[in-house]
């Protein structure tokens, strides 16, 4: 998922860094990073405006390490997925771990299943699934459902995409 | 007035189509200049010439209570290299593999200088630009508006009418056989096997289907659209191929739960050109049931431009086959 966060830091040296750290060390993705430092607060610090792509579970865990660091997190709005899609799978989807499926989708950092219906009409007849997907952007949508048609493609699964619609 | 001398090569459901269309549109075609004198018919065993002008009613109805058109045995290639005429009507079977009897007829009328319009879809799925320099090089013309989407108009439409646009991409449904089985397993919540059985009992699938179902057709239809009007030059082996043999009446009931139809869609844009079963939001003009084709062009003046029509059928196909002999001999 995408991130967009704001902090304040001391106005001294190494700040910066220490913020970022964190970040990096759960392998996020930075998008942007905006150092306002005309602009202090009444309190002398000096805001941050970050965007980031993470692995949703590993949000609380940067928080704790920035505020541990002594760095003001003063808000996280984590709503970025802008992009909603569907996809329609069919053939083999639980006995081919679903599980693993949805994880590589999720463990993107910039697209996460949300939603799965599943029939199973028989034992040894294919299944079939429809599976929402949201994403952080248009391009990262595409990105995800390539990724799934791969998967899939492993999994003789077949996926239907929507079509482009203009 | 002009008189033009045709041969007929194919006497099946398009070639007899067609024979009723030029019957029934005579008048039509002298007002507008056009005498437009068959020479010759040609089955696949069997052929009636005459350089009088072949009687189309008798022919039409000798086929029908016999099973053969004359009682020539020279065949369709033969016409074309020794009868002298000017337009050589092309309605042989389709053949994927080679190109079949439809590619010879191709080149031997080319030779000649004649012209060609034809609804064999082989020969341009196969070799493209070999025809079309061949037709070039002997100034003849070639028209094949009648190998995609039957009755719709999709090559005149965008190489005539929307002449001057550029086409960005381009997607649509051209298999009938293929939209009636997926509309009915929606609406009949049947399985696949079932809805071809009834679809196979009507008329509307072959007994052999799979050049249908395996999207084989769609793609044929799609190297000659990204041909034609793309300016690509692309053959069948081009194609990324998925059909609608492994499609679920549950997938169906899924997609159409979060507002969505699955089509066979075929698409052409910059990147690739590609035959597959889509997610089609049911309100977008797409959507189409039945048997119905729809085509849908985005192009850089016009936007968005979708027709929708009869993909298949004797009559419908004649009528595109009609539209490009006025189309060559009007001026």
């Given at each position: 998922m995408r991130v967009s966060m704001d902090l304040e830091l001391k106005d001294i040296p190494g700040q910066l860094v220490l913020a970022l750290k964190p970040v990096s060390e759960f392998k996020g993705n930075l998008i942007s990073v905006v150092h306002h430092h005309e602009k202090k607060t009444p309190r002398g610090k000096i805001p941050v405006h970050l965007v980031f792509e993470i692995k949703s579970d590993h949000l609380d865990n940067i928080i704790s390490l920035l505020e541990e660091s002594?760095?003001?997190?003063?808000s996280v709005d984590e709503k970025r997925y802008l992009e909603h899609g569907a996809v329609i799978l069919i053939g083999h989807i639980v006995h081919t771990d679903i599980k693993d499926t949805i994880d590589k989708i999720d463990n993107t950092g910039y697209a996460e299943v949300v939603d799965l219906n599943l029939a199973m009409p028989r034992i040894n007849r294919p299944s079939s699934a429809s599976l929402k997907i949201d994403a952080v952007s248009k391009q990262h949508m595409s990105a995800a459902i390539e990724l799934l048609k791969s998967i899939a493609k492993e999994k003789d699964l077949l996926v239907i995409e929507p079509i482009c619609v203009n | 007035m002009k008189t033009i001398r045709a041969s007929i090569i194919g006497f099946g459901a398009v070639g007899r189509g067609v024979a009723k269309v030029l019957l029934d549109k005579r008048d039509y075609l002298r007002s507008i200049g056009i005498d437009l004198k068959v020479i010759a018919i040609a089955d696949s065993r069997t052929a009636v010439v005459d350089s009088q002008g072949v009687d189309l009613a008798s022919a039409l109805s000798r086929k029908k209570e016999t099973?053969?058109?004359?009682?020539?045995?020279?065949?369709g290639t033969e016409i074309i290299r020794t009868v002298d005429h000017e337009l050589v009507i092309e309605t042989t079977p389709t053949n994927i593999e080679t190109g079949g009897v439809g590619l010879v007829n191709m080149m031997a009328a080319f030779e000649r200088g004649m012209d060609v319009v034809t609804s064999n879809k082989g020969p341009l799925a196969l070799k493209y630009g070999e025809v079309m320099a061949a037709a070039k090089s002997s100034g003849s013309h070639c028209r094949f508006e009648a190998t995609v989407g039957g009755a719709m108009p999709v090559i005149n439409l965008a190489c005539d009418v929307l002449a001057g646009n550029r086409m960005i991409s381009m997607e649509g449904i051209f298999n009938g056989t293929c939209n009636y089985i997926l509309s009915r397993m929606m609406e009949e919540q049947a399985p696949y096997e079932q809805m071809l059985a009834e679809a196979q009992e009507l008329g509307i699938a072959e007994k052999d289907p799979s050049y249908d179902v395996e999207g084989i057709d769609t793609a044929s239809k799609l190297v000659i659209v990204a041909n034609s009007i793309f300016g690509m030059n692309v053959s069948y082996k081009d194609v990324t191929v998925t059909g609608i043999t492994r499609i679920t009446p549950e997938a169906l009931s899924l997609a159409n739960a979060d507002g969505f139809a699955i089509k066979l869609i075929g698409e052409v844009n910059d990147s690739n050109i590609n035959v597959a079963p889509k997610l089609v939001p049911l309100?977008?003009?797409?959507?189409?049931?039945?048997?119905l084709n729809v085509f849908s062009v985005q192009t850089d003046l016009a936007g968005p431009i979708t027709i929708t029509g009869r993909g298949a059928g004797s009559i419908e196909t004649a009528s595109a086959i009609l539209s490009d002999i006025i189309g060559i001999y009007r001026n």
């Open positions: 002594g760095i003001s997190v003063v | 099973g053969a058109v004359g009682s020539d045995t020279i065949s309100s977008h003009p797409l959507a189409v049931g039945g048997t």
